[in-house]
C-alpha cells in the first residue's frame, strides 16, 4: 500500500497536503479528496432533483379525443364534447402548474394557479357512461379505476372505505405512485349514496350521507394515507400517501326521479294563464346540461359541499332504435363483429338480416336497460345455436333471420359446397 503522505487526489490531483481529507479506497490504488467528495453528492442530488421532474403531458386536441370517442361509442355527442373539453383542460392545467412550480424555484413570482374541474355524468342505464371514461383513459393512456359507490361506506362500519378507490388507481399504476397522481378515477352508481331524505335522520346514514362527507377531500385535493394492502386501516400499518391535486373525478349515475324534481321546478315557475307549462313529453326531454341545477341534485339527497365539487354537469340521452341499430354493428368491438369472428373461428361466415336487427333494437327499447339489452337479446338467442352448431363436418355461410332473433326459427346455412355451386 502506498504511503498516503506521498498520494494525491485521483479525480483532481490535488496532493494530500493540500487537501483537508484523502480517503482511500479499500484496496489502496485510488483516493478521493473531501472537495470532490462534496461536488459529487452536489452532482447526485442534481440528478435526484431531475428524476421527479414531471414530464409534460402530451395531450390530443379536444377534437381529437372526440374522434376516438366515436369509434367506440355511438351518439351522446354533447357529452361526448364535454368529457373530451374537460379532460383537455384538466391535463392542460396540469402542465401549467408543473411549468409554474419550476419556474418559482429559479425566481421567487406569484403566478396564477389554475384548479381542477370534476366532472358529474347524469343518464340512464345503458346509456354508455363508464363506456365513454374507460375509452377516455385509453386514449389519453392513463391510469384509470372505476369504482362502485354502492359498496363504499362510512369508515369505521362494514364495507369498503372510500381509500381503497385510490388504491386501485394505485395498483393499476404498478404502485407508480407519481403516475397514479394523474389518473382519472371513475365512480359509477354516485345516485345511491343519496341523502335518504332532505331532513337529516336520527339515525347515522353510513352509506349515503357518510360516505358523500368522506368523498369531500380526496375529491377536491388531499394527501391521502391508502393501506397497501386494501382493508381496514390501523395504527401500526404502513401507509402509501398520495395527493389526490391532479386526480380528475368523474362521477356517473342514473339519478332516477331527478327528471321529476326538474320538472316540478319549472312548472311551478310558470304562473298565469298564458304561462308555458311543458307537456309530459317536453318532460321526458330533460336536457340535464342545461336545465339542473344544484338545488335539484341537493333536493335529490347529494349534500351542498359534494354538489359544488362537481364543477361540470352533463348528461347522456336515451338511446332510440337507430342509436341502438348502430351501436350493435358500427363500434369498433360491436357485439355482432365479436359474433362473426366467434363463428369465423369454427368455420362459419355469419352474416345478420337487416330486419333481424331492427327487431333486436326494438325489443332492446322494451327492456329499458340501454345497450345493455342489445347484449342481454344477442346471447339469449345464439345460446342454442352456439351449442348444436360446432360440427367438423359443416362449413359456410349463416344468414341469421328476423324469424330467428323473434321465433327461434331455423337460421339460413348455406354450405361451403352450396357456394361454390351457385359461383358455377
Do not use: W
Not at 196 to 225: C, F, H, M, P
Amino acid at each position: 500500500m502506498k504511503d498516503i503522505d506521498m498520494c494525491a487526489c485521483t479525480f483532481c490531483g490535488k496532493p494530500q497536503k493540500a487537501a483537508k481529507k484523502l480517503i482511500a479506497s479499500p484496496k489502496g490504488d485510488a483516493f478521493i479528496c473531501d472537495d470532490c467528495v462534496r461536488i459529487c453528492a452536489d452532482i447526485i442530488k442534481e440528478e435526484a432533483a431531475k428524476v421527479k421532474v414531471f414530464k409534460d403531458l402530451v395531450i390530443p386536441s379536444p377534437k381529437e379525443i372526440k374522434k376516438s370517442l366515436d369509434a367506440f361509442v355511438i351518439g351522446q355527442e354533447q357529452a361526448k364534447k364535454v368529457l373530451s373539453v374537460a379532460v383537455f383542460n384538466h391535463y392542460k392545467r396540469i402542465n401549467y402548474n408543473e411549468h409554474n412550480k419550476r419556474n418559482k424555484q429559479k425566481k421567487d413570482d406569484k403566478a396564477l394557479e389554475l384548479e381542477k374541474s370534476n366532472v358529474l355524468m347524469i343518464g340512464p342505464t345503458g346509456s354508455g357512461k363508464t363506456l365513454l371514461v374507460k375509452t377516455l383513459a385509453k386514449i389519453l393512456d392513463v391510469p384509470f379505476a372505476c369504482a362502485d359507490a354502492t359498496t363504499l361506506t362510512e369508515a369505521g362500519y362494514v364495507g369498503e372505505d372510500v381509500e381503497n378507490v385510490l388504491l386501485k388507481l394505485i395498483q393499476n399504476a404498478d404502485y407508480d405512485i407519481e403516475r397514479a397522481e394523474r389518473g382519472i378515477i371513475y365512480i359509477d352508481e354516485i345516485d345511491k349514496i343519496s341523502r335518504k331524505s332532505e331532513n337529516r335522520s336520527l339515525t347515522r346514514d353510513v352509506g349515503g350521507e357518510g360516505v358523500q362527507q368522506a368523498l369531500l377531500k380526496i375529491i377536491e385535493s388531499t394527501v391521502a394515507s391508502v393501506p397497501p394492502q386494501g382493508g381496514r386501516k390501523h395504527p401500526h400499518q404502513e401507509m402509501l400517501q398520495i395527493d389526490t391535486t391532479n386526480i380528475l373525478f368523474i362521477c356517473g349515475g342514473a339519478f332516477v326521479g331527478l327528471d321529476d324534481i326538474i320538472y316540478k321546478r319549472l312548472s311551478t315557475s310558470a304562473i298565469g294563464f298564458n304561462a308555458n307549462v311543458k307537456n309530459s313529453e317536453e318532460k321526458a326531454k330533460v336536457d340535464y346540461s342545461k336545465d339542473v341545477q344544484p338545488d335539484d341534485l341537493i333536493k335529490f339527497g347529494l349534500i351542498p359541499e359534494f354538489v359544488g365539487r362537481l364543477q361540470v354537469i352533463t348528461g347522456l340521452d336515451n338511446l332510440d332504435e337507430k342509436a341502438l341499430k348502430r351501436i350493435l354493428v358500427e363500434p369498433r368491438n360491436s357485439i355482432v363483429k365479436q359474433y362473426k369472428q366467434l363463428f369465423k373461428i369454427d368455420g362459419f361466415d355469419l352474416e345478420f338480416e337487416d330486419e333481424a336487427l331492427e327487431y333486436i333494437a326494438q325489443r332492446a327499447i322494451k327492456l329499458k336497460t340501454g345497450a345493455r339489452g342489445v347484449r342481454t337479446i344477442m346471447e339469449s338467442r345464439m345460446l342454442e345455436l352456439m351449442f348444436d352448431l360446432p360440427d367438423p363436418n359443416v362449413y359456410g355461410k349463416l344468414i341469421i333471420t328476423k324469424g330467428f332473433i323473434e321465433n327461434g326459427e331455423e337460421p339460413i346455412l348455406v354450405k361451403k359446397e352450396e357456394e361454390g355451386a351457385k359461383a358455377v
